[in-house]
Structures are given as structure tokens and as C-alpha cells.
């Protein structure tokens, strides 16, 4: 019998202990340290939460239309209460006479600009140092200008505004110089080009009483935009995606959402004489596929507002990216 009972009274115990032990291991902690926490390992320390919960990396991509001419205060004035961190820039023109002055009307300390041959400068605004890796316009039209901030790397780029298939081997370069790069990439601005992944909302577009792709092919008042936007025979006229595609088979994402039009606006586009100008996506925001895996991915979308409307021939795009340990 007193073997019995001490048997009892043994397998109680332990087992009352096991009880406490293992409410403790899972129950939540909340230790200094992290690797103290249920679930974490010192090799595994996991970030604070104000690293998760940072704020974006607020990027703007905008064509000023001829440096903004007379609208440029205004195109400055809203750029300040945008207060993005980086702003890229197509057809900043004549900034380079006083590019620090007109950046810092905007609210920036840095700024860099590349004034192309061809006359449309590319530009770039941001809160942090700028590091130029690149200045492009050999194989272009209009120019790419490539810089690093934070350890990205941006493309703004102005492709070939009058010929799709030039801005075919536009792209392909581009394509060349994107895959060179092994850091995070965004490919932004005005890629004058239709994209595949609008394919059924351009099939179904009109415009002057026609489906798009009949209007384009036969009237004369969009001869300029036929060129622009179309390739194949003279009756079998079909929208030209390879300049999109080369981007794209380059590894990069388009990181809007909603892909809504960028032109026109209230300014009338210059492509389309005595016809209605189509609602288009032309300007873009392109990311590599190390930011579109993120947890967060970034995302783009097109800002349309009273404002935008009259700043410019385009709307511009925001970008949010969200960097880990951004305070």
C-alpha cells in the first residue's frame, strides 16, 4: 500500500509540473529580448513593429509638359504638398538653369537633370543623396536617366514619342540595362506605349463614333498616333505591345493596380488634329521582381484631381514602396 500511495504522489506531482512548464513555454511573453519571445530563435530576431509599420517610400513619376511653361509655379506648389520622397521628372525643360532653386521651391535638397540632345531633359527630385549611375541617349530618342537613392535603383525614362517601332529597340536596350542591375529597379515615366495588359480595354474603346484600332488605321487626323501607337500592313493594322513586352520579358511588373489613363487631361493632347484625343496609359511605373515579391508589394496608381487636371498634358503616378526599417 505505501508503494502504491508514494507512486500516486509521485505521478501527480510530475505531472503537475509538466502542467506549470508547459503553460509557461506557451503562454506570450513579452521579453526584452526577442530571441526570448515563443517561436524565436537568436538567429532569427524578428523586426520591432515600427520597422513593419514605417512609413512608404513615396515615389511621383510626372511628364511637366515643356518644364511646366506657365503652369510651373503651380506644378511646383503641389509637388510641395505631395511631399514625396523622390520625384522623376520628363520634359523638364530649361531646368538645368536653375535646377537647385526650382527643386527647392518644391522642397527638395537634391536634385539631378539631364539635358538631352533631342531637348526634353529628364529630372530628379529627392529628400535623400542622389547618385547618378547612368545618363542614356545614344540609343534613344528623348533619353533615360539612371540613379540610385536608398539602395534603389530608378530608370526615368522618355521613349520614343512618333514610332513604335523604333521604341521597340528602344525597349530592348533598356531591357539590357535593367537586367545588368542586381539591386531593387523602378522603371518609371512616359514610355509613349500601349501596354498588353490593356489589351481589352483598348479593343473596346472609341473614339470619333469608331472602335479605336479603326479610327487610328483610317483617319487622317491620327495619322501621327498610327505611327505612334500601331504596326503591320496598311489593312491589317494591329496595336504594337512589343515595345511594353521587352520591358516586361525583362523581369519587370507593372505595379499599378488599376490601370487607369494618364492623358489627356484638361490640356488637350498635341497628336490628335480636329480629332478627339483617346484616353490612354502611356506613363508608367515599372518594378523589378525583388520588390514585387516583397510581403508588401508596392503599389501605383494614377492621381486624377481638380489639380492634376490642369497641371499638365499628363496625369502623374505615385508609387508606395515599403522599405523595412524606414523610421
Given at each position: 500500500m505505501d508503494v502504491a500511495r508514494e507512486m500516486t504522489r509521485y505521478l501527480i506531482f510530475s505531472l503537475a509540473a509538466l502542467s506549470v512548464v508547459a503553460g509557461w513555454y506557451f503562454w506570450p511573453h513579452e521579453f526584452g529580448e526577442p530571441w526570448l519571445q515563443i517561436n524565436f530563435r537568436p538567429d532569427e530576431v524578428a523586426p520591432s513593429p515600427s520597422i513593419f509599420h514605417g512609413p512608404p517610400l513615396k515615389v511621383i513619376q510626372f511628364n511637366v509638359d515643356h518644364g511646366g511653361e506657365s503652369r510651373r509655379a503651380s506644378v511646383l506648389s503641389w509637388l510641395l504638398q505631395q511631399n514625396a520622397d523622390v520625384v522623376g521628372f520628363c520634359e523638364a525643360n530649361k531646368w538645368q538653369h536653375n535646377l537647385s532653386g526650382i527643386a527647392a521651391s518644391a522642397g527638395y535638397e537634391h536634385a539631378?537633370?539631364?539635358?538631352?540632345?533631342?531637348g526634353y531633359p529628364l529630372a530628379v527630385f529627392s529628400k535623400t543623396p542622389i547618385e547618378v549611375v547612368g545618363r542614356h541617349e545614344i540609343h534613344f530618342e528623348r533619353g533615360v536617366l539612371h540613379v540610385q537613392i536608398l539602395g534603389i535603383h530608378f530608370f526615368i525614362a522618355h521613349l520614343n514619342a512618333h514610332n513604335s517601332t523604333a521604341r521597340e529597340e528602344e525597349t530592348k536596350y533598356l531591357g539590357?540595362?535593367?537586367?545588368?542591375?542586381?539591386?531593387?529597379?523602378?522603371?518609371?515615366?512616359?514610355?509613349?506605349?500601349?501596354?498588353?495588359?490593356?489589351?481589352?480595354?483598348?479593343?473596346?474603346?472609341?473614339?470619333?463614333?469608331?472602335?479605336?484600332?479603326?479610327?487610328?488605321?483610317?483617319?487622317?487626323?491620327?495619322?501621327?498616333?498610327?505611327?505612334?501607337?500601331?504596326?503591320?500592313?496598311?489593312?491589317?493594322?494591329?496595336?504594337?505591345y512589343k515595345p511594353m513586352m521587352n520591358l516586361l520579358e525583362a523581369g519587370l511588373v507593372d505595379a499599378s493596380s488599376a490601370r487607369m489613363t494618364t492623358?489627356?487631361?484638361?490640356?488637350?493632347?498635341?497628336?490628335?488634329?480636329?480629332?478627339?484625343?483617346?484616353?490612354?496609359?502611356?506613363?508608367?511605373?515599372?518594378?523589378?521582381?525583388?520588390?514585387?515579391?516583397?510581403?508588401?508589394?508596392?503599389?501605383?496608381?494614377v492621381v486624377i484631381d481638380d489639380q492634376t487636371k490642369i497641371l499638365s498634358d499628363h496625369f502623374p503616378i505615385e508609387l508606395k514602396i515599403f522599405l523595412f526599417g524606414r523610421q
Open positions: 539631378e537633370i539631364f539635358p538631352t540632345e533631342h539590357t540595362l535593367v537586367r545588368r542591375v542586381t539591386l531593387p529597379v523602378v522603371v518609371m515615366g512616359d514610355m509613349n506605349t500601349l501596354s498588353p495588359l490593356d489589351d481589352k480595354e483598348l479593343q473596346s474603346m472609341v473614339t470619333e463614333n469608331q472602335p479605336l484600332l479603326q479610327a487610328l488605321s483610317s483617319l487622317h487626323c491620327y495619322r501621327a498616333m498610327q505611327r505612334k501607337f500601331l504596326q503591320g500592313p496598311e489593312f491589317n493594322k494591329r496595336f504594337n492623358e489627356p487631361t484638361n490640356i488637350p493632347c498635341d497628336q490628335a488634329s480636329y480629332c478627339d484625343c483617346p484616353h490612354l496609359r502611356l506613363d508608367y511605373m515599372l518594378i523589378s521582381t525583388q520588390l514585387a515579391a516583397m510581403d508588401l508589394p508596392p503599389t501605383a496608381h
